[in-house]
Structures are given as C-alpha cells and as structure tokens.
C-alpha cells in the first residue's frame, strides 16, 4: 500500500511510469553502456595476441606508466591540499575566507584548456618566469612537472569538496573536547578529525584519481605530446588513433576504462561506508 | 582550586559578549552560571576553559595566571550540550583518551589506564555501556560518559555547558541529582551554565545570573526571588508584570492598585516601577476601578487572568479558583489589584536597562497573604 502511494502518484499511470524507466534504460545503454563495449569490442577485434601485443609496446607502456607517476604525485598532494583547505575552512574564521571557498571551486568552473594555456604563458620558453627557469636550468614545459600542475589544478577540488561539508556539519566540539583533555594538535588530527572524514577522504581521493588518470585537455596544451616522453595515456590514445591505428588506440584506451570502472566500483562502495 | 575572575571582556565584531565581568569561585564550590541565551554565559565559560580568549581581564586559578596557559594545560573537565563524544571510539576509549593522548613520560600505563577506566565506569554507574559506541547510547547515557571522559584526568576545574538542555525533562531531573552526587564525592569545582532556574537552583551552592554580558546578581534562590537586585533579575525570574507607580513619602501608589501591603521605603519622591509575579496579585471586584477582565481561564486549580487598563494596557493575574471572590471574577468585570508582593525600582532609562546593576533598589520583604 505504502509503495503504491509513494511510486504511483495520481493522475500518472503505470504506463507512463513504465515508459519513463524504459526511456531512463535505454538511454544508458546507447549513450554509456554501448561505447563502454564498442571500446573492449574494438580492443579485441584483432584477437589476444595483438591486444596484448599493442598494450606491451614500449610506447603504451610509457605512457601508462607517465600516467600512474602523475597520479601518483597528484593525488596525495591534492589530498593533503584539500584536508588542509577544508581544515581552514570549517574549523577556523578569518578574513577572506568566502574568497578562498570560492577559489577552492574555480578548477571546477575553468576549462582545463585555459588552465594549460596559462601555464604556458607562466612558465613556457616565453613565458613570464621562461628566462628565470631557463637560466636556472629548469624544464617545466613538455616535461612531467608541467603535466604535474596542470594535473593539480584541475583535479583540485576534489578532495576538499567531499571533506568541506562533512567538516563543517561536524563542527568544532569534537576537537575541543580533545583539546581539553589535553591533546596537542597532531593527537586531535590523527584521533579525532582524520577518523571523522576518512571515508569522506578516501571517496574524493578516488575522484580525484579517476580525473587525474583521465585528464586530456590541459595535459594536452603543456605535454607538447612527445611519444615515449611526454605522452600520458589519454593523449597516447589521440595519438595512435590519428596514426589510424585504431586497435592500439583502442586497447589503450582499454585500459584507462578498466582504471575508471574501478575507481568507480571503489566509489560505491565508500558511499555506501559514507553514509553509514 | 579557587577561581578569581576580574574585569574580563570580550568582543565578537561589533557585540560586546562579555562587559567587564568579576566572580570569585572558592574550592569545591559547585556555582551555576544563569542567564538567557545571548548573556555571555557560555563565552565566560569557554574562556575559563582556554576555548575562548578574553579582549581584557584577568583569571587566577590558584593564584596562577591561566590566560598564559594553554587549554591543553589548564586539565579542566569540559562538558558540552551535545556531548561531544569521539563516534569512532567505544565508550571505554572515550574515556581513556585523555589520559592516552599525554606525553609518553607522563603516560600511565595501559593496565593503570584501564584500571582508572574500569573503576570510573563503575563510579558513574554505566560498567554495562563499556564496549558500546556513543551511537547506541541513549542521550542521557552519553551525558553520563561525557562527564565520565571529563573526570577521567582528574581536572582542576569541571565546566559544564548546558549540560542538560538535550535531555527530556525526566532524564534531567535524575541525571540533575546524580551530578550532584558525583560533585559531592570528586569534591572538585565546577561551574555550569544553564538557562533552567529550576536546575541552577536546585543544583548549585551558589547562582550567578547574567544579563547582556553582565553580571546582574550573585546569590543563592531565595536570595534572587524576593529580591532581584535589578529589572533584569526580576523580569528573568518571572515578575513579568510591569506598573508604573509613583512614590510618595515612601509609599508607591497607582491607579486602580492596592498597595497598601507593601511596606515604607527610602526612595525619592517621584516616577517607579512595580515589578510583580502574576501569582502576587489578587484581583478584587470594585465598581470603580479602571481594570477590567479580558479573558478568564481555568486550569482547575487556578484562574489566570488577563487584565486591560485603558492607559496602561494588560496584565495577567492567577488567582485560586475557590478563593472568596473568585466567582465575582467574571468577563468584563471591573476589578482592583491588590499587590501582594513586589519590588520596586525608581523609574528611568537607566534603571530599566541591564547596564546598571547598583542596588539602588528596595525590595519589599513581605509575608505573603
């Protein structure tokens, strides 16, 4: 009784209730399901062996392992970033705070395109701080640290802004309570802040994750796409795909689908942890 | 340890929370700050607490100057309204924590900190929650474990921040008796801040009542219900009804008022203020009179009346339903009052104000009929 009320309002049949879920499923499947398996069909339209044979090339495994080193600098930075910003923001008032809340989302809100064209003009040969670097020797356009910033930029709200909320609905007694009982500042921290949003944490840490493997457009701008240097998996897929070699660039981007379902698996099932 | 407090003030912005507080706390006392929500209650006892941090001011504990101390080093005994309780935690570890958070040369062992644990559970009566997590308590028992994670590292100070105000009012009464009961056999001072009268009174040795970040008046229940040293104290303990009167060789007289029971005082010639309990009232049939009877309500026991004065507006009496002229006490009825009991301030801007607290009043101390 109770179910027929909430699903079936009046005046709506269950025809139409019918249709519209039938719509809902077959939208999936055209627009996320369908290019999900045309990706693997392709991958594999040539058997195992050149599957395989394609993901083994020294170029393609370059380019995956330019891709995890990304993530695996970024993400941990983003971390510390994002606890850090959401720390500030819920647990303390100061002035320009409205002003940093704001800034924590413009990554969000900029195409990662105009992120990389920014780095460019910041530390590219003719950039505003090009000589200093040059002089100094140091190379941040078309090498891994370009893609390394680029990469921060655009994936870093992700952490924060699954910890800001939860951070600021928990509020400050907690960590006055442990301040009372005498603890110092990296006691509260570990035993009682880090508890509270580590689910939370985790969840944006796979967000963040998913972006920074997946990141095209800004990477695009400051990698200047050197095969087997500067080529990270998302712009190697563009790569082999203009090469006209459409089975390796569908095995590569294989792989990066594979890391996505994962992150995305992952991701379920923190939510479910969240909200318990 | 004695707590001695002198001119302390605090600002948030443009608001001044706290306007130049003083209060001595003497060891083991057990004192009850009372105010309604805005009056710089709980400010003052966060900055005893190192929480919060004063504009200007002085707080000695024991002689030492606490503003050089850190919260971390005061070991006070905080108790918060929504009991702040580590969710991750058991209530065994919420218990430990602060004795396992201190440096490792101060650390008692892990057998003298469950033993400490073990004998606390037993003390505050709730042995049966110790593998619980503060999820499945009932909030009455995690106010319990609360002040248990308080009394734990055996504060200097215990601070209590409407301790009871989440708790329904059976839970409070016991949980009231059993904290007085703790008090009682720590022995240790504590401060508590509440906005319940009937819990500051019952509860504490000795009641402050603040006022718009000021002190208004130290004192124990009878002291602050016969005679309010201000406006303010008289209006927050429940003389709600306000009369102009005027005062006359000592004698406060007004219009349709019987006020022959209060008594002569040294006050001047001119303007004051009556302030009464509706309960302190008795309404007297009188054909002349300017009062009459608006509404008229029965709860069995007592009437409440609602009273207009053409110039002065209403007033609310209760009176008992079987008194003699009771049943004279009809709708529109004309009626006199007669003032039972009340105090009275000179009149003026600035005695109505919370911003004078000097006892320039006079109360009438005066059997009730």
Same mark, same amino acid.
Request: net charge neutral; with cysteine; glycine share 8%.
């Given at each position: +009784?109770?179910?027929?009320? *909430?699903?079936?309002?009046?005046?709506?049949?269950?025809?139409?209730?019918?249709?519209?879920?039938?719509?809902?499923?077959?939208?999936?499947?055209?627009?996320?399901?369908?290019?999900? /398996?045309?990706?693997?069909?392709?991958?594999?339209?040539?058997?195992?062996?050149?599957?395989?044979?394609?993901?083994?090339?020294? +170029?393609?495994?370059?380019? %995956?392992?330019?891709?995890?080193?990304?993530?695996?600098?970024?993400?941990?930075?983003?971390?510390?970033?994002?606890?850090?910003?959401?720390?500030?923001?819920?647990?303390?008032?100061?002035?320009?705070?409205?002003?940093?809340?704001?800034?924590?989302?413009?990554?969000?809100?900029?195409?990662?395109?105009?992120?990389?064209?920014?780095?460019?003009?910041?530390?590219?040969?003719?950039? *505003?701080?090009?000589?200093?670097?040059?002089?100094?020797?140091?190379?941040? +356009?078309?090498?891994?640290?370009?893609?390394?910033?680029?990469?921060?930029?655009?994936?870093?709200?992700?952490? /924060?802004?699954?910890?800001?909320?939860? +951070?600021?609905?928990?509020?400050?007694?907690?960590?006055?309570?442990?301040?009372?009982?005498? /603890?110092?500042?990296?006691?509260?921290?570990?035993?009682?802040?880090?508890?509270? %949003?580590?689910?939370?944490?985790?969840?944006?840490?796979?967000?963040?994750?998913?972006?920074?493997?997946?990141?095209?457009?800004?990477?695009?701008?400051?990698?200047?796409? %050197?095969?087997?240097?500067?080529?990270?998996?998302?712009?190697?897929?563009?790569?082999?795909?203009?090469?006209?070699?459409?089975?390796?660039?569908?095995?590569?981007?294989?792989?990066?689908? *594979?890391?996505?379902?994962?992150?995305?698996?992952?991701?379920?099932?923190?939510?479910?942890?969240?909200?318990? | 340890?004695?707590?001695?407090?002198?001119?302390?003030?605090?600002?948030?912005?443009?608001?001044?929370?706290?306007?130049?507080?003083?209060?001595?706390?003497?060891?083991?006392?057990?004192?009850?700050?009372?105010?309604?929500?805005?009056?710089?209650?709980?400010?003052?006892?966060?900055?005893?607490?190192? !929480?919060?941090?004063?504009? =200007?001011?002085?707080?000695?504990?024991?002689?030492?100057?606490?503003?050089?101390?850190?919260?971390?080093?005061?070991?006070?005994?905080?108790?918060?309204?929504?009991?702040?309780?580590?969710?991750?935690?058991?209530?065994?570890?919420? !218990?430990?924590?602060?004795?396992?958070?201190?440096?490792?040369?101060?650390?008692?062992?892990?057998?003298?900190?469950?033993?400490?644990?073990?004998?606390?559970?037993?003390?505050?009566?709730?042995?049966? !929650?110790?593998?619980?997590?503060?999820?499945?308590?009932?909030?009455?028992?995690?106010?319990?474990?609360?002040?248990?994670?308080?009394?734990?590292?055996?504060?200097?100070?215990?601070?209590?921040?409407?301790?009871?105000?989440?708790?329904?009012?059976?839970?409070?009464?016991?949980?009231?008796?059993?904290?007085?009961?703790?008090?009682?056999?720590?022995?240790?001072?504590?401060?508590?801040?509440?906005?319940?009268?009937?819990?500051?009174?019952?509860?504490?040795?000795?009641?402050?009542?603040?006022?718009?970040?000021?002190?208004?008046?130290?004192?124990?229940?009878?002291?602050?219900?016969?005679?309010?040293?201000?406006? @303010?104290? =008289?209006? @927050?303990?429940?003389?709600?009804?306000?009369?102009?009167?005027?005062?006359?060789?000592?004698?406060?007289?007004?219009?349709?008022?019987?006020?022959?029971?209060?008594?002569?005082? =040294?006050?001047?010639?001119?303007?004051?203020?009556?302030?009464?309990?509706?309960?302190?009232?008795?309404?007297?049939?009188?054909?002349?009179?300017?009062?009459?009877?608006?509404?008229?309500?029965?709860?069995?026991?007592? !009437?409440?009346?609602?009273?207009?004065?053409?110039?002065?507006?209403?007033?609310?009496?209760?009176?008992?339903?079987?008194?003699?002229?009771?049943?004279?006490?009809?709708?529109?009825?004309?009626?006199?009052?007669?003032?039972? @009991?009340?105090?009275?301030?000179?009149?003026?801007?600035?005695?109505?104000?919370?911003?004078?607290?000097?006892?320039?009043?006079?109360?009438?101390?005066?059997?009730?009929?």
């Amino acid at each position: +009784m109770t179910v027929t009320t *909430l699903t079936h309002l009046p005046g709506q049949s269950r025809r139409g209730e019918r249709l519209l879920i039938g719509l809902a499923v077959s939208l999936s499947l055209l627009f996320i399901a369908a290019p999900l /398996a045309f990706i693997f069909a392709r991958a594999f339209s040539r058997g195992w062996e050149v599957y395989a044979a394609n993901i083994l090339h020294p +170029m393609t495994l370059h380019a %995956i392992w330019l891709t995890t080193i990304t993530a695996i600098i970024v993400v941990p930075l983003n971390v510390a970033f994002g606890i850090a910003a959401a720390w500030a923001v819920a647990k303390h008032r100061f002035p320009g705070r409205g002003i940093l809340v704001t800034m924590i989302e413009i990554p969000f809100s900029i195409s990662p395109i105009i992120a990389g064209i920014c780095y460019l003009l910041l530390y590219g040969r003719q950039g *505003l701080l090009g000589p200093w670097l040059q002089a100094n020797d140091l190379q941040v +356009m078309f090498a891994l640290p370009g893609i390394v910033l680029v990469t921060m930029f655009v994936t870093a709200p992700f952490v /924060a802004r699954e910890v800001l909320p939860l +951070m600021q609905a928990q509020g400050t007694e907690q960590e006055e309570a442990a301040v009372t009982l005498g /603890a110092n500042g990296w006691q509260i921290f570990t035993r009682v802040t880090l508890p509270n %949003i580590k689910w939370a944490l985790l969840y944006g840490a796979v967000l963040c994750t998913a972006r920074a493997v997946g990141e095209f457009g800004g990477v695009s701008v400051v990698s200047g796409n %050197i095969r087997g240097q500067t080529n990270t998996l998302p712009l190697h897929v563009e790569l082999l795909f203009n090469d006209l070699n459409a089975v390796g660039a569908f095995a590569a981007a294989s792989t990066l689908t *594979l890391i996505a379902i994962v992150a995305l698996l992952v991701k379920a099932v923190l939510e479910g942890r969240k909200a318990g | 340890m004695s707590i001695s407090i002198s001119g302390l003030t605090k600002r948030f912005g443009q608001t001044d929370v706290l306007r130049g507080i003083d209060l001595g706390v003497e060891k083991g006392e057990l004192v009850a700050l009372l105010g309604p929500s805005g009056s710089g209650k709980t400010t003052l006892l966060k900055i005893i607490a190192g !929480l919060e941090w004063p504009d =200007a001011g002085q707080l000695l504990v024991d002689g030492a100057d606490w503003l050089q101390l850190a919260a971390q080093d005061r070991r006070i005994g905080f108790v918060f309204q929504h009991y702040a309780l580590f969710p991750h935690m058991s209530v065994r570890d919420n !218990l430990a924590f602060g004795l396992a958070v201190r440096p490792r040369n101060e650390r008692p062992g892990k057998a003298v900190i469950t033993a400490k644990v073990d004998e606390l559970l037993h003390f505050l009566q709730i042995a049966h !929650l110790a593998d619980r997590y503060p999820t499945q308590l009932s909030g009455g028992q995690r106010q319990r474990v609360a002040l248990g994670r308080a009394l734990a590292i055996e504060p200097n100070v215990l601070l209590l921040d409407e301790p009871f105000g989440a708790l329904d009012a059976a839970i409070r009464r016991d949980l009231r008796r059993w904290l007085r009961g703790v008090h009682e056999a720590t022995g240790s001072t504590t401060i508590f801040v509440t906005h319940d009268q009937e819990e500051a009174f019952e509860l504490a040795d000795r009641v402050v009542v603040m006022g718009e970040g000021k002190i208004e008046q130290i004192g124990h229940a009878d002291a602050i219900h016969d005679h309010p040293a201000t406006p @303010f104290v =008289a209006r @927050f303990m429940g003389a709600t009804v306000e009369l102009p009167v005027t005062l006359l060789a000592g004698r406060a007289e007004g219009a349709g008022l019987d006020l022959a029971a209060l008594p002569r005082r =040294a006050l001047g010639d001119g303007p004051a203020r009556l302030f009464t309990r509706p309960e302190d009232i008795v309404a007297l049939p009188d054909p002349k009179a300017p009062w009459r009877i608006v509404t008229r309500t029965s709860n069995g026991a007592n !009437l409440r009346l609602v009273l207009r004065h053409p110039d002065l507006g209403e007033a609310e009496v209760d009176t008992p339903r079987r008194a003699t002229a009771a049943d004279a006490l009809v709708v529109d009825a004309p009626v006199r009052l007669r003032i039972a @009991f009340g105090t009275i301030f000179p009149d003026g801007r600035k005695a109505a104000t919370a911003t004078t607290a000097q006892p320039a009043s006079i109360s009438i101390q005066e059997a009730r009929q």
